[in-house]
C-alpha cells in the first residue's frame, strides 16, 4: 500500500461517540488511512429524552474489530465526553501508549425535539452539556499534549448544518451547535502559532440512529409549518447521507491535503445551507 493510499500513517486520532454512526465510520475510515485510534463513547444512556436508543458495549466493541481489521491498533474505553478528568485520563494513557497525538475527532453529540418554553431546563442542559462542554473537554484534554509534542495536527470539530441555519423545534441543539462554531474558530485562532488546525463541518440528513430519530416526526405533525424549513437541499437525492460520505471530509481535514484550512466550517449538507 502506497503512501498515497495511507496518508495518515504514524499518526494517532481522538473519535469521540465512536461506537456507532458517524464516530464508528470516522474511526474506521482513519485507519484505513493509515492512523491508529483512541476511540470513547458513553455506551449508556446520556439524555432522558432522546428518541433513539443509546450506544453500548457492544457497539464499541463493534468499532474495535472493524479497526483492528483494518491493520491498525485501537485503544477503546467506556468515557463520557461530559468527564473531563475521564477524559484527561484517556489522553495520558493515549501519549503512553502511542506516544503522540495528532487528529481529534470531536464528534459526539445528541439531539432531540421540543419547543423551547416547553422543554424542561433537564433537557436544555444535557444538550449543552454533550454538545458544548462536552467538546471543550475534549479539547482541553487534547490540546496541551499535542502542543507539547511539536507535529502540529488537526481538530475536527462535528458541528452540524444546524449550527449554521437555525431551524425550529430544536432550538436547544441549534445553540448548542452554534456554540461549537464560536469555539472551533477562536482555537483555530489560539493555535496557529503551534501548527495546529482547527474547523468544524456541518453534516445535514445523515444516516446513523440520530438521522432516523422518528420522534422528529411527531414534532412535524405537531407543527406542520417546521417542515418547510427543511428542505432536501440542492444534490437529488431520496435517503439520509451515508456516514462515510462525512468520513471522507474528516479524513480530508485531518490530512496534509488540507495543510492551508483552518478556522473553517465545512458544509456536509447537499446544498441545503443555501436552500
Given at each position: 500500500m502506497?503512501h498515497t493510499?495511507?496518508?495518515?500513517?504514524?499518526r494517532?486520532a481522538y473519535?469521540?461517540?465512536?461506537?456507532?454512526?458517524?464516530g464508528?465510520s470516522?474511526?474506521v475510515?482513519l485507519a484505513?488511512?493509515?492512523?491508529?485510534i483512541?476511540?470513547?463513547?458513553?455506551?449508556?444512556?446520556?439524555?432522558a429524552?432522546?428518541?433513539?436508543?443509546?450506544?453500548t458495549?457492544?457497539d464499541?466493541?463493534?468499532?474495535v474489530?472493524?479497526?483492528?481489521?483494518?491493520?491498525?491498533?485501537?485503544?477503546?474505553r467506556?468515557?463520557?465526553v461530559?468527564?473531563?478528568?475521564?477524559?484527561?485520563r484517556?489522553v495520558?494513557?493515549?501519549?503512553?501508549?502511542?506516544?503522540r497525538?495528532?487528529i481529534?475527532v470531536?464528534?459526539?453529540?445528541?439531539?432531540?425535539?421540543?419547543?423551547l418554553?416547553e422543554?424542561s431546563?433537564?433537557?436544555?442542559?444535557?444538550i449543552?452539556?454533550?454538545?458544548?462542554?462536552?467538546?471543550?473537554?475534549?479539547?482541553?484534554?487534547?490540546?496541551?499534549?499535542?502542543?507539547?509534542?511539536?507535529?502540529?495536527?488537526?481538530?475536527?470539530?462535528?458541528?452540524?448544518a444546524?449550527?449554521?441555519?437555525?431551524?425550529?423545534?430544536?432550538?436547544?441543539?441549534?445553540?448548542?451547535?452554534?456554540?461549537?462554531?464560536?469555539l472551533?474558530n477562536?482555537?483555530?485562532?489560539?493555535?496557529?502559532e503551534?501548527?495546529?488546525?482547527?474547523?468544524?463541518?456541518?453534516?445535514?440528513?445523515?444516516?446513523?440512529p440520530?438521522?432516523?430519530?422518528?420522534s422528529?416526526y411527531?414534532?412535524?405533525?405537531?407543527?406542520?409549518n417546521?417542515?418547510?424549513s427543511?428542505?432536501?437541499g440542492a444534490l437529488?437525492?431520496?435517503?439520509l447521507?451515508p456516514p462515510d460520505t462525512i468520513s471522507?471530509i474528516v479524513?480530508?481535514?485531518a490530512s496534509d491535503?488540507a495543510s492551508?484550512v483552518?478556522?473553517a466550517?465545512i458544509?456536509?449538507?447537499?446544498?441545503?445551507l443555501?436552500?
Amino acid at each position: 500500500m502506497s503512501h498515497t493510499d495511507t496518508p495518515l500513517a504514524g499518526r494517532v486520532a481522538y473519535v469521540t461517540g465512536a461506537a456507532r454512526g458517524q464516530g464508528r465510520s470516522h474511526c474506521v475510515r482513519l485507519a484505513r488511512a493509515g492512523a491508529d485510534i483512541v476511540a470513547l463513547d458513553a455506551c449508556a444512556p446520556v439524555a432522558a429524552h432522546n428518541g433513539y436508543a443509546a450506544a453500548t458495549p457492544q457497539d464499541l466493541a463493534e468499532t474495535v474489530a472493524l479497526v483492528e481489521g483494518e491493520g491498525r491498533k485501537i485503544l477503546a474505553r467506556e468515557v463520557d465526553v461530559r468527564d473531563a478528568e475521564g477524559q484527561r485520563r484517556l489522553v495520558a494513557d493515549t501519549i503512553e501508549q502511542f506516544g503522540r497525538l495528532d487528529i481529534v475527532v470531536a464528534n459526539a453529540g445528541v439531539l432531540n425535539w421540543g419547543r423551547l418554553w416547553e422543554i424542561s431546563a433537564q433537557q436544555w442542559q444535557d444538550i449543552l452539556d454533550i454538545n458544548l462542554t462536552g467538546v471543550f473537554n475534549t479539547m482541553q484534554a487534547a490540546v496541551p499534549p499535542m502542543i507539547e509534542a511539536g507535529n502540529g495536527g488537526s481538530i475536527i470539530a462535528v458541528s452540524s448544518a444546524a449550527g449554521i441555519k437555525a431551524v425550529p423545534g430544536c432550538g436547544h441543539y441549534c445553540a448548542s451547535k452554534f456554540g461549537v462554531v464560536g469555539l472551533t474558530n477562536s482555537l483555530a485562532v489560539e493555535l496557529g502559532e503551534f501548527g495546529i488546525r482547527v474547523n468544524s463541518i456541518h453534516p445535514y440528513g445523515t444516516d446513523t440512529p440520530m438521522g432516523n430519530d422518528l420522534s422528529m416526526y411527531q414534532m412535524f405533525a405537531d407543527h406542520p409549518n417546521y417542515i418547510h424549513s427543511f428542505s432536501p437541499g440542492a444534490l437529488p437525492t431520496d435517503s439520509l447521507a451515508p456516514p462515510d460520505t462525512i468520513s471522507d471530509i474528516v479524513v480530508w481535514l485531518a490530512s496534509d491535503a488540507a495543510s492551508l484550512v483552518t478556522a473553517a466550517q465545512i458544509p456536509a449538507d447537499k446544498g441545503y445551507l443555501k436552500i
